[in-house]
Each structure stands twice: as C-alpha cells, then as structure tokens.
C-alpha cells in the first residue's frame, strides 16, 4: 500500500516568542502536519510545553497537530490532550506498562493513535497492538532534544516496521536529525511522515525547506 508522503515540520525547533506566526509561516510554507513535541523532565530529560501553548495555537492552523507526548505516566493526560486540540496522540510505548489500554483511550475519543519507539527499542513490541494503531513513530534520534544526529541504525528498524505493518493503514513516521540529506534514505526504507524540527526551521525559507525534503522522499518512494 503506498501511503502518501508528509512532512511534519517540529515547533520545537521554532522562535517561541513568534510561535502563531511560525505556526502560520509553516502552514503557509507547505507544512503537511504540525508535530508538537511535549516533554515531561520524567521520561525524558527536557521540559518543553503543555497544554496552553497546544490551545494557543490551536486556532492558528486547520492542519493536522501531530502530538508527540514523551510523558510518563500518561494515560492521566490523554484527555486533556485531545481537548487541547489534538488531532494524532503518540504515546512512547516504553511510557507505562499498559499501551493496549492508552489506545484504546486515544482511539475511543475520536483521535488518531500513535506509538514510538525510542532507539533502544525494538519493533516486535508493536506486533500485538496493531489493530489499535493508525502510526508508528520511529525515533531517529534519543528523544529529548533537537538538533542531535540521524542514528543509521534505524534504517534497518524502519525497514523491519514496514514490513509488520504491510497491507494495514498506518503511517510510519520519523523523527529526529532529518534532513533533505537522509530523507530519501528514511524513505526508502519505508517512512512516509517526515519530522523536521531544526532543519525547516533554521532554514532561510521554510517553504523551501519542506519542498527540498519532499522531493528527496519522494525522488525514491515506492
Ligand atoms: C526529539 C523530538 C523531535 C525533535 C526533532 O525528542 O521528538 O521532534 O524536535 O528535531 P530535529 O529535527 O532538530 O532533530
Ligand atoms: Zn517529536
């Protein structure tokens, strides 16, 4: 199945002090989704933001808010969440002990239901939720920070979640350290919503920026 390849700019990465008109400028510059990284100083080692900054920019954008929550625990915050503005919820699936439920409760609001994998972690983890799941977010990076380098060690992770998911509608997502370098690469292996936090957004045009890393995806996608 050849699922349609998305960009998915990261507001880490943005001016904070400007961040409705770079919410607004990313729009406007061909962003596919809005990826929206929350971290807890918990799960992982860095505080970014919550709740009022997703409902800030909420009216913003009619784009999809792809919501990367690295949080733990979790499932107390999936509602607020989705109240906040969320459209996909990914939840890390090393953040509790009960993913299958954490789904099941993103899934039962409406929402679209992700999970990802931490570097460190295997694919096989995934294997009995699948019928829950609409994507799958291969960390490229260890989460926490932008900014870090692509692992190539993922390429083969990648590889392996496409093969499990064949045939199913889920997305296969990457984040962390793409650039219009390695986007073909992450591509060809089987990704097909790109992260880019630091790449569009030190970029002198964001515009620019996302065409040039959709069309080094694309350039290979099957
Ligand atoms: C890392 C975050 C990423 C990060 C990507 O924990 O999940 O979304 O912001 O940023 P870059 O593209 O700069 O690696
Ligand atoms: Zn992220």
Partial sequence: MTRPLLVSPSILAADFARLGDEVRA???GGADWI???VMDGHFVPNISFGFPIIEAIRPVTK???DVHLMVAPVDRYLEAFARAGADLITVHAEAGPHL???LQTIRAMGKKAGVSLNPGTPASVLKHVLD???LILVMTVNPGFGGQSFIPAMLEKIA?????????NI????DGGITRANAAEVARAGANVLVAGSAVFKAKSYAEEI????TAAMSIAV
């Fill in 100 to 102: 299958d439920r954490s």
């Fill in 160 to 168: 392996e979640v496409r093969d499990m998911v064949r045939g199913r």
């Fill in 211 to 214: 065409r040039a890393i959709r």
């Fill in 35 to 37: 990826h929206i990284d």
């Fill in 132 to 134: 829950r799941l609409d």
């Fill in 26 to 28: 990313i729009d406007e």
């Fill in 63 to 65: 784009k999809l808010f």
């Fill in 171 to 174: 997305d296969i997502e990457v």
